[in-house]
Each structure stands twice: as structure tokens, then as C-alpha cells.
């Protein structure tokens, strides 16, 4: 004589994402707006950051570099002597390349809505809560592209030095 109700809220939504930190916090980044990841050593970055056109070719395609963490407002983070990672993303008509300091697997996420507040906030998707408990924004990356175009939030190389190896 038991009786169980469930009810599942209809505006529930699971994707695939990435996940990428930044600065100190944790992101993630529907994986159909990602099109390759490369691996790099600094040296190579920031002869890339060096050129005249900061960009790199993938699949016979051009990725304008973008650094993610302005776009963000979190510090940008200098090189290290560890190889990087350059995650290139398609929204839409847009692409860039970001170098991401940290790179976490692909995994499935359930989206969950915001809020007024921060869904207004362009560049945000989302948010989703890990494992651990921690709230992460899913972040929409063809505003973010857009933006960092249009403000040239394209790295420096005064940020792309590698460190001094004593």
C-alpha cells in the first residue's frame, strides 16, 4: 500500500561540456561549440602570440587567439613551463582559440536555470552543480567570441613569456 511520486521538472535539459578552469573557478563549455583541442609547449604559444595576426590553424582553419580569462574578469594566468592547451571553439560563424590552463574530460551535465539576474549576464548558458557540490556556469561561447573580437582581448606577449628557468 505505498504509493511513490515523482515529478520531473519539464525545463530539465543534459548536454555534453567540458570543463576548463579559470582563474580559480571551474567552467564548462557545451562540447558541440568545441571543434579540436591542441597541445602546445609555451615557446610555441608565444611565437604564435608574436605573430603579426595572432591565430592558429586547425583542420585547414584559422582560430583568432582569444584569451578567456578577461572575458571573464578573472587574472589572467602566465605560462608556465608545463605544455598548454588550446581549445578551439565554432559558435555559429564565430571561432576562436583559447589556451586553457586546466583541461577537464567531457561529461554530461544537466542545465539548470539561473535566474534573471545572472541569465542576463551575456556569455552565460547556465549552470550545473558537480559532484562536489560546487555550482559551475556553463558558459554560451559565440557572445563571448563576439566580445572578444570586438574589444581585440587577443593575448599579449608580455603575457605569453615564458618564466625564467633557473
Known amino acids: 500500500g505505498t504509493l511513490f511520486t515523482i515529478r520531473i521538472p519539464f525545463s530539465l535539459a543534459v548536454m555534453q561540456a567540458i570543463g576548463v578552469s579559470v582563474g580559480e573557478r571551474m567552467f564548462q563549455i ?86 534573471p539576474q545572472i541569465s542576463s549576464i551575456p556569455g552565460i548558458l547556465g549552470g550545473t552543480i558537480a559532484a562536489d557540490g560546487q555550482v559551475q556556469l556553463i558558459l554560451d561561447m559565440g557572445p563571448l567570441i563576439r566580445r572578444g573580437l570586438e574589444t581585440a582581448s587577443q593575448p599579449s606577449v608580455a603575457q605569453a613569456e615564458t618564466p625564467n628557468q633557473d
Open 30 to 115: 557545451p562540447l558541440n561549440s568545441v571543434a579540436g583541442v591542441a597541445r602546445m609547449t609555451p615557446a610555441e604559444y608565444s611565437a604564435l602570440v608574436a605573430s603579426e595576426s595572432p591565430s592558429y590553424e586547425f583542420a585547414g582553419e584559422e582560430f583568432p587567439l582569444l584569451d578567456l580569462e578577461p572575458l571573464l574578469d578573472a587574472p589572467v594566468q602566465p605560462l608556465d613551463s608545463d605544455n598548454l592547451s588550446l581549445l578551439m571553439i565554432r559558435a555559429g560563424e564565430s571561432t576562436a582559440a583559447f589556451r586553457v590552463t586546466d583541461l577537464q574530460g567531457h561529461q554530461e551535465v544537466v542545465i539548470k536555470p539561473v535566474g
